[in-house]
């Protein structure tokens, strides 16, 4: 009986906290407007950029908070390097860094959507309900795509990069850089399978094996689980990481499409906690027109 | 044997939060739909559409189970998020029907978005709604 007890009380424990979650997820971190000059030429929308959650990095005199605004004015130092000569896209051992946010939107007017996948574009525009502002980790570009920064960790003894940002749910992606190809059978994930390698000083990185669980940018650009998402990373100077994108997802589009994207080094910054469902302030912005969507499902969509 | 009981029901609900907690983002038609269709509120049958995106066009399957049958049309007009349907199956009642459904696709942005419309079967006309879940 005592067990009986125990495990319905295990099964309320978790419906309440799941029941809990949407109420408290009122929305997720928006980048403040005007601040990074780099998403506001790339597609941000209107109504974005009212950045309300505590950073604690403000205040603090460590850096200015985010990525990409501690840089320097004048000439950029040149590119760090690793001892085998290849270029470091994070910080160097002993430095303190982030990088900035960057592509808030993938796509352009050249982009071959299908067409229910313009159709589906055209309708987030105006209707935000992306599930990265529900706390649920988003792959791909959107990765970058956050007002607090990202950090790559380079762990050549291990073989893989990890890139952690601030503003998801404490996630993180890897990417095996042991020369290893794809596992066969693999299980659709937000992040998918990310395989690196060098090439010259960019850094070519391979990933499918993603869900549609989440929009790989900010704007909204679908995707399906056909998605074969292929990121250049080159750091061109000290400051400046040069982010080149295709996408390849014969289930949304037509064909193969680019773009390309600047990141700021945040010299200094460092990340912080930050807990997703705690820091959800913006409602409006999170859903845009679909205030009617029901939000009282016990399961977070 | 209450113990069983309640071993299950915990398994089953976990398993059942698990499922669900997986967001489908890429073309609105993929998934699970759940629903009814009927000439009027008290005559309902149930309706379960299993409905998959392969990059060309849309498949699925109607009630699956021993009595599914196939989807032999499924066109969605983004324009304006109508859906057509067409299947030969049986109706309510295990008679052979050939059905036609018309319906619109609401609420698109969430992961219960619905489809709602006439649902043909024969020369009997009726009223249909599917829920994603």
């Keep these: 009986m005592r067990r009986l007890i125990v495990?319905?009380?295990?099964?309320?424990l978790a419906l309440i906290t799941v029941m809990v979650a949407p109420v408290l997820l009122k929305a997720q971190e928006q980048p403040p407007q005007g601040q990074n000059p780099q998403v506001q030429q790339q597609g941000q929308r209107q109504g974005q950029g009212q950045d309300t959650a505590p950073n604690p990095q403000r205040g603090q005199g460590q850096g200015r908070?985010?990525?990409?605004r501690g840089a320097p004015a004048g000439p950029s130092k040149p590119t760090p390097r690793w001892p085998d000569g290849h270029p470091m896209i994070g910080a160097a051992p002993g430095e303190k860094g982030i990088w900035g946010a960057c592509c808030g939107s993938l796509s352009n007017a050249q982009t071959p959507y299908q067409p229910w996948a313009k159709a589906l574009y055209d309708y987030r525009r105006n209707n935000e309900f992306e599930p990265h502002t529900r706390c649920k980790p988003s792959g791909g570009a959107r990765q970058f795509v956050t007002p607090y920064g990202t950090e790559i960790v380079e762990m050549p003894d291990a073989q893989k990069i990890v890139i952690f940002d601030i503003g998801g749910p404490h996630t993180f992606r890897q990417i095996f850089m042991d020369g290893k190809p794809h596992p066969k059978d693999l299980v659709p994930s937000y992040y998918g399978d990310s395989r690196g390698h060098w090439e010259g000083d960019t850094l070519v990185v391979d990933t499918i094996g993603f869900n549609e669980g989440f929009w790989m940018d900010r704007a909204g650009s679908p995707h399906t689980e056909k998605?074969?998402?292929?990121?250049?990373?080159?750091?061109?100077?000290y400051d400046t990481l040069k982010y080149e994108v295709t996408v390849?997802?014969?289930?949304?589009?037509?064909?193969t499409w680019s773009n390309s994207f600047q990141m700021r080094w945040g010299a200094g910054n460092e990340l912080f906690e930050y807990v997703c469902q705690d820091n959800n302030f913006a409602p409006v912005l999170?859903?845009?027109?679909?205030?009617?969507?029901?939000?009282t499902s016990i399961i977070v969509p | 044997m209450k113990m069983k009981a309640a071993f299950v029901f915990c398994l089953l609900a976990g398993l059942v939060l698990t499922i669900s907690g997986f967001a489908q983002e890429g073309h609105p038609l993929t998934g699970v739909w759940y629903g009814d269709y009927g000439v009027n509120a008290n005559d309902r049958a149930h309706l379960t559409i299993e409905m998959q995106w392969d990059g060309k066009g849309v498949?699925?399957?109607?009630?699956?189970g021993p009595d599914s049958f196939p989807l032999k049309v499924v066109t969605l007009d983004s324009s304006k998020w109508t859906v057509h349907l067409e299947a030969d199956g049986k109706d309510g009642k295990g008679a052979p029907a050939h059905?036609?459904?018309?319906g619109?696709?609401?609420?698109?942005?969430?992961?219960?978005?619905t489809i709602t419309g006439t649902w043909t079967y024969g020369t009997t006309k009726a009223n249909f709604k599917i829920r994603r879940d």
Excluded: M, W
């Design chain 1, 7 to 12: 495990l319905c009380s295990a099964l309320a």
């Design chain 2, 59 to 64: 498949t699925g399957i109607v009630n699956p």
């Design chain 2, 104 to 113: 619109k696709l609401e609420n698109i942005g969430s992961y219960n978005r």
């Design chain 1, 286 to 295: 999170l859903i845009g027109q679909e205030e009617h969507v029901d939000r």
């Design chain 1, 248 to 255: 390849d997802d014969p289930g949304a589009y037509t064909g």
């Design chain 1, 65 to 68: 908070g985010r990525g990409g």
């Design chain 2, 99 to 102: 059905f036609v459904a018309d």
């Design chain 1, 227 to 237: 998605l074969h998402f292929i990121e250049k990373l080159t750091r061109t100077d």
